[in-house]
């Protein structure tokens, strides 16, 4: 059976190169209609016929997963991620925006030469472009920035079948993605990331959000990118403090479930070479945790490791730590003895903080504050192994900080 089932796939493998030198879709509706018919007629129990036919679709769904994994790497249907470097001028042709009215959303505090370049490559493919560039920080994932953007695409004429594209970091990825989930009641959204934590983590997964009433990603909404173009050279101008911030999201991947991609961060040379490896087996890793838990029933929780503590660290410390930096800090409670090593030599490879002084009471608080409907106590991941992990029920009050 394996071995049948091999040389089928061999042959499917055959069908979706040649889709994708003709620009065939993997999707053929009529042609898939045709193919049950004339199968199923050939059966002679004609009682078996719904069966076979339910067969046969199961087939079909299988061989169109592989086709579409084949043609351009993506692990979850409607979300295809490419990597290239330099492909921010083959902008239009990778992010299929054709002929559409765009709007690009950028910040202050992404070198203009990024959105300039898609704005290029989306001119000369015949598309309308429009371009809001909000104010660099956290600050701006907000009611005003997300009202700009709405009055520009209202402004400009957008319809249903126009695409927003964020090129910036996480910041400009939560507030676009958002405005796109909402507007119409939700048009297409591309992601164009350029931080190193955009470009491992935030760009995938489809979650979307602005901060509201001081609560960082209260208001938002999960829809999903339909394309997502990292091109690691952009990484080239961003400060070494933000390329290690971003880092920490990517070792609490390798660290929870790629052995392999923790060693590359352990024993990289040079980051920005290294790059486009370590973004790779990033966004892999997301996508399938994302693929079997997308509205974060469960497994994605996973994700977490280092959050928990981390988020109140980034709350307590005032500013002091970037996000990444406090994941970090939050990382180094929830491992044994070996991990803790691994991971604490790595962190100081990168400059990044292993202690701090902020009082483990206070965290405590905020984090009972925080998750004050679950009655004391929380599930938090822990690690002791490199590439395993597991969760644990434990009481916020004997939290070992
Ligand atoms: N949606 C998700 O799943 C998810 C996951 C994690 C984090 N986030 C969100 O991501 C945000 C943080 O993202 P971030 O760390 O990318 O921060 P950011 O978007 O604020 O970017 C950091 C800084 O780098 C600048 N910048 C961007 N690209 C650059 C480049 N190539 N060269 C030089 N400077 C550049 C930006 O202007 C900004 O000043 C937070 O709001 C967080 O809530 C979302």
Do not use: W
């Not at 055959?14 to 199968?39: N, Y």
């Not at 429009?130 to 700009?148: C, D, N, R």
């Not at 760009?203 to 999960?222: L, P």
């Amino acid at each position: 059976m394996a071995s049948l089932f091999e040389q089928r796939m061999a042959v499917v493998e055959q069908i979706a190169l040649e889709k994708k030198a003709s620009g065939r879709a993997v999707d053929d509706p009529v042609r898939e209609a045709e193919m049950m018919e004339r199968r199923c007629s050939a059966l002679k129990q004609k009682r078996l016929k719904k069966y076979y036919a339910a067969f046969l679709r199961s087939a079909i769904e299988v061989s169109k997963e592989y086709q579409t994994d084949i043609i351009d790497g993506a692990k979850m249907p409607g979300c295809n991620i490419t990597i290239q470097r330099g492909a921010l001028t083959s902008a239009a042709k990778l992010l299929e925006t054709s002929g559409s009215r765009v709007m690009i959303v950028t910040d202050s505090g992404v070198p203009a030469q990024y959105p300039s370049k898609v704005e290029a490559s989306l001119k000369t493919a015949g598309c309308k472009v429009h371009m809001v560039t909000i104010p660099q920080g956290e600050a701006s994932k907000s009611l005003e920035s997300y009202a700009t953007i709405m009055q520009a695409l209202v402004d400009g004429g957008f319809t249903r079948t126009d695409t927003v594209v964020a090129v910036g970091g996480g910041v400009v990825g939560d507030l676009a993605g958002f405005v796109a989930a909402t507007f119409m009641r939700g048009i297409r959204f591309c992601n164009i990331p350029t931080t190193m934590l955009s470009q491992v983590d935030s760009s995938v997964g489809g979650k979307t959000a602005i901060d509201f009433g001081g609560v960082k990603n209260i208001v938002g909404a999960f829809h999903m990118p339909a394309r997502v173009l990292i091109d690691p050279d952009t990484l080239a101008t961003l400060p070494e403090r933000q390329l290690h911030n971003g880092l920490v999201e990517a070792i609490k991947m390798g660290a929870t479930g790629d052995a392999e991609l923790f060693e590359l961060i352990e024993n990289s040379g040079d980051l920005l070479s290294d790059a486009g490896e370590i973004i790779r087996r990033s966004v892999n890793y997301k996508q399938a945790v994302v693929k079997a838990d997308p509205r974060e029933k469960g497994l994605r929780r996973v994700l977490n490791f280092g959050h928990t503590v981390g988020h109140a660290i980034e709350a307590l410390g005032g500013g002091k730590y970037l996000h990444g930096e406090a994941v970090a800090l939050g990382m180094m409670y929830f491992c044994g003895a070996e991990a803790s090593q691994r991971i604490g030599r790595v962190l100081a490879k990168y400059n990044l903080p292993v202690s701090h002084d902020i009082a483990p009471e206070s965290i405590r608080s905020l984090i009972a504050h925080d998750k004050k409907a679950s009655g004391g106590n929380i599930t938090v991941v822990k690690v002791d192994e490199i590439g395993s992990y597991r969760f644990e029920k434990v009481n916020i009050q004997d939290l070992a900080l």
